[in-house]
């Protein structure tokens, strides 16, 4: 179908096959609050610059994992969003799920600083596995500002379209839920901070948890205790965070 789109010159045909063809499965909750994104100008390019990148490169995560966060849950279950960088870019490590990866991978620095300060900040016993689908089964949406990467490459898809789209997808949290827990971790995460309306949600701030950054505040915010609480206190089920240990 993509071939085809080489032997027209309209620009509105090449539009309308486009927006045939960008149409992510993601559950129908989702959809209804981003359905005018996959038709913006930005979503056709990005959909044709991965059409392409893919023809040429190993992309991280599968095809199938691409909108893992967003398929863990529907979009009225949110409860927590922890908003990550891009995907990790090494072999079996990324499924779409920020700062997660898959069963049986070696935990990344940064995610055995998150599970450092779990241990602490609440008390759970060490996780012996570093994929966190656990809690986004729970409505913890574990969301990278950007949803691919070229292997081996880290931010190899910076600025060609993502950002719009989870932008989107944070102002759609915002806009239409209530007493949500963002986790802002790092400058990136906390430039975000503009896109949620903070006086119907909680936003919790902290360094990275990069072993670069994570001595500067991150061990001691207690994210995990803090986001329940707030959960608790506007009568929504709170987070198990323990994972298998």
Excluded at 19 to 46: A, C, G, N, T
Excluded at 187 to 214: F, G
């Amino acid at each position: 179908m993509s071939f085809v789109l080489l032997f027209f010159k309209n620009d509105k045909i090449i539009r309308l096959l486009y927006m045939y063809l960008v149409d992510p499965k993601i559950p129908q909750s989702w959809k209804r609050v981003l359905q005018s994104e996959f038709s913006k100008e930005y979503f056709l390019h990005l959909k044709k610059f991965l059409h392409e990148e893919k023809s040429l490169y190993t992309i991280y995560p599968l095809n199938k994992n691409i909108f893992n966060a967003y398929n863990s849950m529907e979009f009225e279950d949110v409860k927590v969003v922890i908003l990550g960088q891009d995907p990790y870019h090494g072999p079996h490590q990324a499924h779409g799920l920020s700062f997660s990866v898959q069963q049986g991978i070696v935990f990344p620095p940064s995610l055995k600083n998150i599970f450092q300060e779990l241990v602490d900040d609440i008390g759970c016993t060490y996780p012996k596995s570093g994929d966190l689908s656990y809690w986004a089964q729970q409505g913890v949406l574990l969301l990278n500002a950007v949803l691919t990467v070229r292997a081996s490459q880290a931010n190899s898809h910076r600025g060609q379209g993502w950002e719009y789209f989870t932008d989107a997808t944070i102002k759609a949290i915002s806009n239409n839920l209530e007493n949500v827990v963002f986790v802002l971790w790092g400058r990136p995460a906390q430039m975000k901070e503009k896109l949620i309306d903070t006086s119907k949600h909680l936003v919790l701030k902290a360094p990275h948890p990069s072993p670069l950054s994570s001595y500067r505040g991150f061990f001691g915010s207690k994210p995990f205790s803090k986001s329940n609480d707030y959960l608790i206190k506007n009568n929504k089920k709170p987070i198990e965070w323990c994972l298998e240990s």
